[in-house]
């Protein structure tokens, strides 16, 4: 019996149409800039200056704040210089600029392809190193992984599960991951469940990879037969629905608990990771080697089948460099966004460069992103059914045009994880989730700030 | 019949007659003791409750006053000094006459000047906007143009050009409340001394790129290149940044930085037009006629 979440939800088509291209290394560019805030929390403080000379792999930034991550060179270089540079959506964030010379990696990572099954059993090391490599969660909000790795006090896991449920449309890097690199996955999620105590271990996948569910239960088992440490971890089949790949609702789909209002899954007893997290985890312990690549898809329905890609790419690379490599923008693209059609970005500035999360480039034509005229709300409740955190959005829309802060937060705006369902489910085009997405950063606040106040 | 109306009447008096001296009872038993200062105060007020004072409307700004010790803290922004003279009138207090204020808009980035390099087909609103991204033209810093500012304003003092794309600022109407200045996610708009004769010079631009990024970015972007501050005699200009700023407690309006701006980001409104002279600095902020559609940028740099 395959699960799924339990409210809401939306079955959009889910367009893997890159589905079959293997992971292709990306060549380096000339020029690569390396921006500090590629994390959740505080953007990392550098600590080369022009004319230094950096190897690939080596420290340039460090954390600036207890919620912040390690940044490493992900090429060879010489330090041009350091200063602000805009990223994808225009802002200005510091950047190091290096440029390219042939890869020298530094001492001490491991850069062969051999598979270390040997998990090291000092957990305190363990930690050290994915803190040390910069590893944050790649399942799209970039939180520091050794902080999530960590309970507070009190608080105990019960099951990992790791995420490989790539509900998004179109977006294809985490299925080919789980097909190349199944075992090395496997290793990092089995060192990750040593972490935390050995808890139980869930491998979420949707049923519209089975090609992934078969070879990542095939490796398992191998690594079950011929290693210690992998006892206790399972391959589940998910039901096809986004947002599945959401934290709180892979851990009802999972665990059937549901996480309360401004929870966190570790009240519950579970933490969620990225099949691509588990990757860099394994990458980090067991080769010391810093998260400076990731793999990026370039697809879209507007390209031909021989253009799309799925890129290793490294940090800092230009946008509109990897769009070069790939063939070019095509003509029709109206759009391009970063991330998945649902919850992605748009673009507004190619010069922009990659960063840990980076996960998609996708081509939209106007017919398919412009947006329709809204018209008036006719009370269907259609967004109210798709809510996968059970809020009624065309409630909230209206408060929030009134600035209804009281009501705004009894109806649990708080709660909105931002997935898009109601925007794509209302037939009156309203931009429900434009407005919502503004109040509830409103609503937050106020409700920090009472809790702030409430302490001293 | 008439027994019924009769009894109704005599039933409906003897109720009211006793409830009026149950509410009597308890008004007096509750009453709450109020400064009758306070709607002495909030009679001269403007009424408009539009919080520009930073009190949650009139009666809240009456209540401030009457508990201050000195209204060096107080100002309705709306009423001005006659306003405020009467409240110190009432209180008995003494009040120092403030310059008035009023908003201006510090954006100059025009259809024309400031060509746009991605479309924006969302809501319709700066602070969403914001929220996405820097906005649809190269500067990061500029007027996004979805008019959240004319929303803000209850006195009608602001509107959209649909010409520029700018908000602009009818000074006769506006209250120098500063409900714009906190509507705007990119802090465009600044209150800043009315001025002699509502002479005033400003720098019409908040971008802090520098120079060469800002200049490609906007025609009248400020460059921060520092000629206005090394003019300017009275030593009311300040460049950091990559961005030049008027202290307008210092500016004595003689306008020698206005001619010295390369981009023509600092503007000079509603001094006296000297006809004869060649090449007298527009005395109003340039409106761009009509400007033609820029060149059509990369198609794909659209936004959502």
């Known amino acids: ?47 080369v200056k022009p004319g230094d000379t950096v190897k690939t792999g080596q420290v340039i930034a460090e954390p600036a704040g207890f919620i912040s991550a390690f940044v490493h060179s992900p090429v060879t270089g010489t330090v041009k210089s350091v200063g602000p540079r805009k990223d994808l959506a225009g802002n200005n964030v510091t950047h190091v600029e290096i ?36 590893v944050v969660g790649l399942g799209g909000a970039t939180f520091p992984t050794h902080v999530k790795l960590c309970p507070p006090p009190g608080k105990k896991a019960d099951c990992l599960i790791l995420n490989g449920a790539e509900c998004e449309p179109y977006l294809t890097s985490d299925y080919r991951i789980m097909l190349e690199r199944s075992k090395e996955i496997i290793v990092g999620a089995a060192i990750m469940k040593q972490v935390l105590g050995g808890c139980r271990t869930v491998i979420g996948i949707e049923e519209n990879k089975p090609e992934a569910i078969k070879v990542m239960s095939e490796s398992l088992a191998e690594l079950q037969k011929t290693a210690k440490g992998f006892d206790g971890i399972q391959v589940m089949s998910l039901k096809k629905k986004y947002p599945q790949g959401g934290e709180k609702q892979l851990i009802d789909a999972v665990m059937k608990r549901q996480v309360k209002s401004m929870g966190l899954p570790i009240d519950v007893g579970a933490v969620v990771q990225n099949v691509a997290t588990s990757l860099a985890v394994y990458e980090a312990v067991q080769k010391n080697k810093p998260l400076i690549t990731n793999v990026m898809t370039i697809t879209g329905d507007c390209l031909p089948m021989e253009r799309q890609h799925n890129y290793l790419f490294r940090i800092g690379m230009p946008l509109s460099y990897i769009a070069q490599v790939a063939g070019g923008v095509p003509e029709s693209a109206a759009k391009i966004v970063s991330g998945g059609p649902m919850m992605g970005k748009a673009i507004s500035n190619m010069d922009a460069c ?30 109210a059914d798709a809510c996968p955190m059970g809020l009624e959005p065309f409630l909230l829309n209206k408060y929030a045009r009134n600035g209804m802060m009281e009501e705004l937060e009894e109806n649990a705006i708080q709660d909105c994880i931002e997935c898009g369902c109601c925007l794509y489910s209302c037939p009156a085009n309203i931009p429900l989730l434009d407005v919502i997405r503004i109040a509830k950063g409103d609503v937050i606040r106020i409700i920090r700030g009472r809790a702030a106040a409430a302490k001293k | 019949m008439t027994q019924t109306i009769i009894w109704t009447i005599a039933i409906i008096t003897i109720l009211g007659a006793v409830l009026a001296v149950v509410l009597f ?15 002495q105060v909030e009679k001269v007020l403007p009424g408009a409750n539009c919080g520009g004072c930073g009190q949650a409307g009139c009666h809240a700004f009456a209540q401030h006053c009457v508990e201050s ?91 959209m050009d649909p010409q520029t794309g700018l908000p602009v600022v009818d000074q ?14 990119k802090n465009v708009i600044e209150l800043r001394k009315k001025g002699r004769k509502d002479m005033r010079v400003f720098v019409s631009c908040i971008n802090k790129d520098k120079g060469a990024v800002a200049r490609k970015a906007c025609k009248a972007a400020c460059i921060g290149c520092g000629k206005c501050a090394k003019v300017c005699p ?8 990559n961005l030049a700023y008027i202290d307008f407690n210092k500016c004595k309006l003689c306008k020698k930085c206005v001619a010295e701006c390369p981009t023509g980001a600092i503007h000079a409104v509603n001094f006296p037009v000297i006809p004869p002279k060649p090449a007298a600095p527009a005395p109003k902020p340039a409106v761009a ?16």
């Not at chain 1, 079955?11 to 590629?38: F, G, R, T, W």
């Not at chain 2, 006769?172 to 996610?185: H, L, N, R």
């Not at chain 2, 006629?289 to 959502?304: D, N, T, Y």
């Open chain 1, 99 to 134: 440029s390219v010379e042939p890869d020298q990696w530094a001492e001490g990572i491991d850069t062969s392809d051999t598979l270390v099954v040997e998990i090291p059993q000092d957990n305190k090391f363990i930690l050290d190193r994915i803190k040390a490599c910069g």
């Open chain 2, 172 to 185: 006769d109407k506006c209250t120098a409340c500063g409900a714009c200045v906190k509507a705007c996610p």
């Open chain 2, 25 to 39: 009872l308890v008004a007096k038993k509750f009453k709450v003791e109020e400064d009758p200062r306070i709607d």
């Open chain 1, 1 to 47: 019996m395959k699960t799924t979440f339990s409210i809401g939800g939306i079955h959009p088509n889910d367009s893997k149409i890159s589905k079959d291209c293997k992971i292709e290394v990306l060549p380096l560019p000339e020029v690569v800039y390396v921006s500090m805030a590629q994390h959740l929390g505080a953007p990392a403080t550098p600590v």
């Open chain 2, 234 to 241: 009275f030593e009311a200009i300040t460049v950091e940044n």
């Open chain 2, 289 to 304: 006629p009509a400007a033609p559609e820029a060149p059509a940028a990369e198609p794909v740099k659209k936004e959502e």
């Open chain 1, 354 to 383: 990659t960063v840990k999360g980076s996960s998609s480039l996708l081509y939209f034509t106007d017919e398919q992103t412009r947006r329709k005229e809204a018209s008036a709300c006719i009370r269907c409740g259609k967004c």
């Open chain 2, 69 to 159: 010790p000195d209204l060096g803290a107080c100002f309705c922004p709306v009423g001005g000094n006659d306003v405020m003279q009467k409240v110190a009138d009432v209180l008995g207090l003494k009040v120092e006459a403030k310059d008035p204020m009023v908003a201006v808009v510090r954006c100059n980035g025009t259809c024309e000047n400031r060509p746009r390099t991605s479309e924006y087909g969302g809501y319709a609103s700066c602070r969403v906007k914001a929220s996405l991204y820097s906005g649809d033209t190269g500067c990061s810093f500029g007027c996004l143009g979805c008019g959240d500012c004319v929303s803000a304003c209850s006195f009608g003092a602001l509107s």
